[in-house]
């Protein structure tokens, strides 16, 4: 039972993500925004790959889940022209 509702968050989070990669595409962002949300997101990754090892299993999965979120943003936004 605990597999099947760990799939149906799965799906839930990918349809939730799909969606909002659509809502992205509405936005219009800096380049030095889109700059800084590229770097948060590197420092982001880095420190949940140093944290692997500690017992903040779903704190970790909650914080990757935004910081993709974050990425898909500022990859999916426009660029805003000066």
């Known amino acids: 039972m605990q597999s099947i509702i760990e799939m149906l968050i799965v799906f839930?989070?990918?349809?939730v993500f799909l969606k909002f990669a659509g809502v992205c595409k509405k936005f219009?962002?800096?380049?030095?925004?889109?700059k800084g949300v590229?770097?948060?997101t590197a420092v982001g990754l880095i420190g949940l790959n140093v944290m692997?090892?500690?017992d903040l299993q779903l704190w970790m999965i909650i914080g990757g889940f935004v910081l993709v979120c974050l990425f898909t943003l500022a990859l999916m936004s426009e660029t805003q022209k000066a």
């Open 38 to 40: 590229y770097g948060l």
């Open 52 to 54: 692997a090892g500690s």
């Open 12 to 15: 839930l989070a990918v349809f």
């Open 28 to 34: 219009t962002l800096s380049s030095g925004f889109k």
